[in-house]
């Protein structure tokens, strides 16, 4: 069943930073993973319409030993590219003016996202991501609990997987969003 789209939506571009697009990242990935969803990304804010709120969610460490990373820092090997002023700058984001740092897979989780889109009386969020399994997911999922319509722009994101990519958005799209 479809949730369809609300009257007043925002897009959540969830970080689509430079540590996923660089050769010099160790966690970038392919160009034919992640140049679809650059483009995707780039057709989806070309083509809205009407001006609307953009957040550039974006995860960022402060603390030189990650500690603020929590258990994260434990798992995932590379974390340190989202440690801010990271040597080679992984952590630029297009736009500054709606940039909204977190420090967990959801910008939801942990921040007063949820209050500001209510308070912009936001009821659909498209949301585009790296990567598909951890930040699209869990942000699809903390959106609809906060009672926003999650769309999920399944070219607009990617994963280091192509098989963990689709079956994310199967799965996604079968509880919890519309993905187009």
Same mark, same amino acid.
Do not use: W
């Given at each position: 069943?479809?949730?369809?789209?609300?009257?007043?939506?925002?897009?959540?571009?969830? &970080?689509?930073?430079?540590?996923?697009?660089?050769?010099?990242?160790?966690i970038a990935?392919?160009? @034919?993973?992640?140049?679809p969803?650059?483009?995707?990304?780039?057709?989806? !804010?070309?083509?809205?319409?009407?001006?609307?709120?953009?957040?550039?969610?974006? @995860?960022?460490?402060?603390?030189?030993? !990650?500690? /603020?990373?929590?258990?994260?820092?434990?798992?995932?090997?590379?974390?340190?590219?989202?440690?801010?002023?990271?040597?080679?700058?992984?952590?630029?984001?297009?736009?500054?003016?709606?940039?909204?740092?977190?420090? +967990?897979?959801?910008?939801?989780?942990?921040?007063?996202?949820?209050?500001?889109?209510?308070?912009?009386?936001? /009821?659909?969020?498209?949301?585009?991501?790296?990567?598909?399994?951890?930040?699209?997911?869990?942000?699809?999922? &903390?959106?609809?609990q906060?009672?926003?319509?999650? =769309?999920?722009?399944?070219?607009?994101?990617?994963?280091?997987?192509?098989?963990?990519?689709?079956? +994310?958005?199967? &799965?996604?799209?079968?509880?919890y969003a /519309?993905? =187009?």
């Amino acid at each position: 069943k479809k949730l369809g789209i609300g009257s007043h939506p925002a897009i959540i571009l969830l &970080d689509v930073c430079k540590a996923y697009t660089s050769v010099e990242s160790p966690i970038a990935f392919s160009n @034919t993973v992640i140049e679809p969803a650059i483009l995707a990304i780039a057709k989806l !804010l070309n083509a809205a319409r009407q001006p609307l709120p953009v957040v550039y969610a974006q @995860t960022c460490y402060t603390h030189p030993s !990650l500690r /603020d990373a929590g258990l994260a820092a434990k798992k995932v090997p590379h974390i340190s590219c989202f440690l801010e002023g990271h040597a080679q700058g992984l952590t630029a984001v297009p736009d500054p003016n709606g940039l909204a740092e977190d420090k +967990n897979p959801s910008p939801f989780f942990g921040t007063n996202l949820a209050a500001q889109l209510t308070a912009l009386g936001v /009821d659909t969020v498209f949301i585009v991501a790296f990567t598909t399994g951890y930040s699209v997911r869990a942000t699809t999922i &903390d959106a609809m609990q906060c009672g926003f319509r999650p =769309i999920v722009v399944g070219e607009g994101c990617a994963d280091s997987g192509r098989e963990t990519h689709f079956a +994310n958005l199967m &799965d996604l799209n079968a509880k919890y969003a /519309d993905v =187009i």
